[in-house]
């Protein structure tokens, strides 16, 4: 019982610092950026880990992810937090119910959540306000950073595959 209280302990430790690590990551100025497209590294973290762990743990993973990008965006404060948990839960019961645990759909579920979710900070940020070529924004920025975020999802998806695998098998064996 001891140990697997620790196996808990440890398994969350090391998301929340993979967590921490990603958000360290994409706030860095310039880290792989590709003509001016920085990606965002949490949310697609999140909605991996939501395929491996269920809707619960990816609730909160989510809601962790996106609170983590509300600290550094310029939309209301929780925005992405709320999103992203709410998402994250669909996941989980998406992968629960409807569809197989594999790589073509992690990156199909975070292509979606990624285009969502650019187009209502574009609608939020600029749409709404009604400006001249407003558009070119969407296109160059938003849309360029989904993709380039989704591409994230691929490796992520190896690793928390992977975590996830080993976490399991050391829960059983304790």
Same mark, same amino acid.
């Given at each position: 019982?001891?140990?697997?209280?620790?196996?808990?302990?440890?398994?969350?430790?090391?998301?929340?610092?993979?967590?921490?690590?990603?958000?360290?990551?994409?706030?860095?100025?310039?880290?792989?950026?590709?003509?001016?497209?920085?990606?965002?590294?949490?949310?697609?973290?999140?909605?991996?880990?939501?395929?491996?762990? /269920?809707?619960? =743990?990816?609730? $909160? *993973?989510?809601?962790?992810?996106? !609170? &983590?990008?509300? +600290?550094?965006?310029? #939309?209301? @404060?929780?925005?992405?937090?709320?999103?992203?948990?709410?998402?994250?839960? /669909?996941?989980? =019961?998406?992968? $629960? *119910?409807?569809?197989?645990?594999? !790589? &073509?759909?992690? +990156?199909?579920?975070? #292509?979606? @959540?990624?285009?969502?979710?650019?187009?209502?900070?574009?609608?939020?940020?600029?749409?709404?306000?009604?400006?001249?070529?407003?558009?070119?924004?969407? !296109?160059?920025?938003?849309?360029?950073?989904? #993709?380039?975020?989704?591409?994230?999802?691929?490796?992520?998806?190896?690793?928390?595959?992977?975590?996830?695998?080993?976490?399991?098998?050391?829960?059983?064996?304790?």
């Amino acid at each position: 019982m001891k140990s697997t209280k620790y196996f808990h302990v440890l398994k969350h430790t090391v998301y929340g610092l993979l967590f921490l690590i990603f958000y360290i990551l994409q706030s860095v100025p310039g880290f792989l950026t590709v003509m001016g497209v920085k990606p965002v590294w949490v949310l697609p973290a999140a909605i991996i880990l939501a395929m491996f762990e /269920g809707e619960f =743990l990816g609730g $909160i *993973y989510g809601a962790l992810a996106g !609170l &983590l990008c509300d +600290i550094g965006g310029f #939309l209301l @404060f929780g925005f992405n937090g709320f999103l992203t948990c709410l998402y994250c839960v /669909g996941v989980g =019961l998406v992968i $629960i *119910y409807l569809l197989r645990c594999n !790589l &073509l759909g992690g +990156i199909l579920l975070t #292509l979606i @959540f990624m285009v969502l979710r650019g187009s209502l900070e574009f609608l939020f940020e600029f749409g709404m306000w009604g400006y001249d070529g407003v558009w070119k924004i969407y !296109l160059a920025h938003t849309l360029p950073t989904a #993709l380039y975020s989704t591409v994230l999802a691929i490796p992520l998806f190896y690793l928390f595959r992977g975590l996830s695998r080993k976490f399991n098998l050391l829960l059983q064996n304790s």
